[in-house]
């Protein structure tokens, strides 16, 4: 069973378009994030949920928007999609809390490419 | 602010050579965690190694391990007896409860 999956693993849209990201982790962490790679691999944090709470928010334009549901899902919504929105999204899971009893350690989904043409 | 800077954005090393890899970063915080993440051509992200920032010995994995240095703020991670499967793009990455930040990365490439 795959610890964090992210659908779909690739995208293609138009810009304008509105596109979703979903993640889901079955690792039992209160923690999710959300992160950019952009196509010079530069890692970036957009998000950081904990048990549901907003921890994190980067600078993030408000056209991103996370959900989670619960707290094995996080989900990133997009809308009026740009060129600039071009990356690689990868979502990730922590049991960082409580500290420092856990370890911080991230386990990372696959990541989803999303092309904006 | 957090910053993570690694200073080498591309090495290389021949095989079962030893390799490493610097690290600097800056914060205020006292309770948080350093890691190096690998992510090969599959653009998988592995974790590598960790540290916690209360631990005084330096982490050791395998042919994997750190100098971790608090007061400089300094974590390198040293690759002994490097092998063709190291051949990757490595992160240095910085995690407490309100901060998470990853260096630039470094592009190693193991020669044969």
């Known amino acids: 069973d795959t610890a964090v999956s992210q659908t779909p693993k690739y995208l293609v849209t138009q810009m304008g378009n509105d596109k979703s990201i979903k993640c889901e982790q079955n690792?039992?962490?209160?923690?999710m994030y959300w992160y950019k790679q952009d196509s010079k691999k530069f890692l970036k944090i957009m998000f950081s949920?904990?048990?549901?709470?907003?921890?994190i928010n980067e600078t993030v334009p408000n056209r991103f928007s996370p959900k989670s549901p619960d707290k094995a899902h996080l989900n990133l919504h997009i809308n009026s999609l740009e060129l600039g929105d071009s990356a690689v999204y990868f979502c990730?899971?922590?049991?960082?809390?409580?500290?420092?009893?856990?370890?911080?350690?991230?386990?990372f989904g696959e990541g989803s490419r999303l092309t904006v043409l | 602010a957090q910053t993570v800077t690694q200073s080498q954005p591309e090495m290389s090393v021949q095989e079962a050579e030893t390799v490493t890899l610097s690290c600097t970063y800056d914060?205020?915080?006292?309770?948080?965690?350093l890691f190096w993440y690998k992510q090969p051509p599959s653009r998988q992200m592995i974790l590598v190694i960790r540290?916690?920032?209360?631990?005084?010995q330096n982490a050791t994995e395998n042919r994997f391990s750190v100098n971790f240095q608090k007061a400089a703020k300094s974590f390198s991670l040293k690759i002994s007896d490097s092998q063709l499967g190291d051949t990757a793009m490595y992160f240095c990455?910085?995690?407490?409860?309100?901060?998470?930040?990853f260096g630039d990365g470094t592009t190693l490439t193991v020669k044969p």
């Open positions: 949920y904990n048990n549901k709470e907003l921890i």
């Open positions: 990455a910085f995690m407490s409860p309100s901060k998470s930040t």
């Open positions: 690792l039992g962490h209160d923690t």
């Open positions: 540290q916690e920032a209360y631990k005084q």
């Open positions: 990730a899971s922590s049991p960082l809390y409580p500290l420092p009893a856990n370890t911080g350690e991230l386990f």
């Open positions: 914060t205020s915080e006292s309770n948080y965690y």
